[in-house]
């Protein structure tokens, strides 16, 4: 039951029920609650441009925890057509960055179907099962 401004007094009047302005739709003003975010504790903004930055450039890839050194040794053999490249030794540190941005990546990459930061190639130490049922790391 609606009030306009003038009115009389009746007994028939219910003041519980009584609301003041326009009649709207009951509908509008039940609306489901929002869910609250939840926190991300996760690095964003100015933080994550000072974390992640190698001269002057943001990168991409940030290393997991599990991230290691290699035991073996590993190489690559770049060939460009039928001319073979300078080998490139990947054992020596646990992440490298593929790209075309020669300024932050490790191994640059002439194509231009790749982006500036491409790839990642990242060793890690983590557990495995052999077929034999053992495990190792």
């Given amino acids: ?38 926190p991300n504790f996760g690095l964003s903004g100015k933080l994550t441009e000072e974390t992640n930055t190698y001269k002057g450039v943001v990168i991409k890839y940030s290393e997991p925890p599990e991230a290691r050194k290699p035991r073996r040794r590993w190489r690559l053999y770049p060939f460009k057509g039928e001319k073979a490249l300078q080998v490139l030794y990947i054992h020596r540190e646990s992440a490298y960055l593929i790209g075309r941005e020669r300024k932050v990546v490790d191994l640059p990459v002439d194509h231009p179907s790749c982006s500036k930061q491409h790839a990642a190639l990242q060793y890690r130490l983590v557990p495995f099962t052999r077929e034999n049922g053992s495990s190792g790391k």
């Fill in 1 to 38: 039951m609606y009030c306009s401004f003038r009115r009389r007094r009746s007994s028939s009047f219910d003041h519980a029920n009584a609301r003041w302005g326009k009649p709207e739709d009951d509908s509008k003003q039940k609306k489901e609650p929002q869910q609250k975010d939840k």
